[in-house]
Nanobody, 124 residues
């Protein structure tokens, strides 16, 4: 069982930056693939980024590639999402999620554990 708690969301102007954090409970954080997803009002939850257990493999949605960076610190049981050059279309609730295997990492339904989400609002 893993419990995830996100933080770092807020209101920012277009072009600005935010760093989201997700802290996991338990001693097995390093064995989980971690992902970030987002959901805007009236839209489906969509994949943003994912990172392998060691951090050596990352994957990004095309819409955020080059602007967002996912990283993890296994000693701190934490995964991060650094978001730069934010755009109004990045406005959403951002969720972190955990899964066991490095497969289907872009599918929300493949993740077993989810945080409660943190709101990111980008004003134009």
């Amino acid at each position: 069982q893993v419990q995830l708690v996100e933080s770092g969301g807020g209101l920012v102007q277009a072009g600005g930056s935010l760093r989201l954090s997700c802290v996991a409970s338990g001693r097995t954080f390093s064995s989980y693939v971690m992902g970030w997803f987002r959901q805007a009002p009236g839209k489906e939850r969509e994949f943003v980024a994912a990172i392998s257990t060691s951090g050596g493999i990352t994957d990004y949605a095309d819409s955020v590639k080059g602007r967002f960076t996912i990283s993890r610190d296994n000693a701190k049981n934490t995964v991060y999402l650094q978001m730069n050059d934010l755009k109004p279309e990045d406005t959403a609730v951002y969720y972190c999620a955990a899964k066991s295997l490095l497969q289907s990492i872009r599918l929300a339904t493949a993740y077993a554990y989810w945080g409660q989400g943190t709101q990111v609002t980008v004003s134009s």
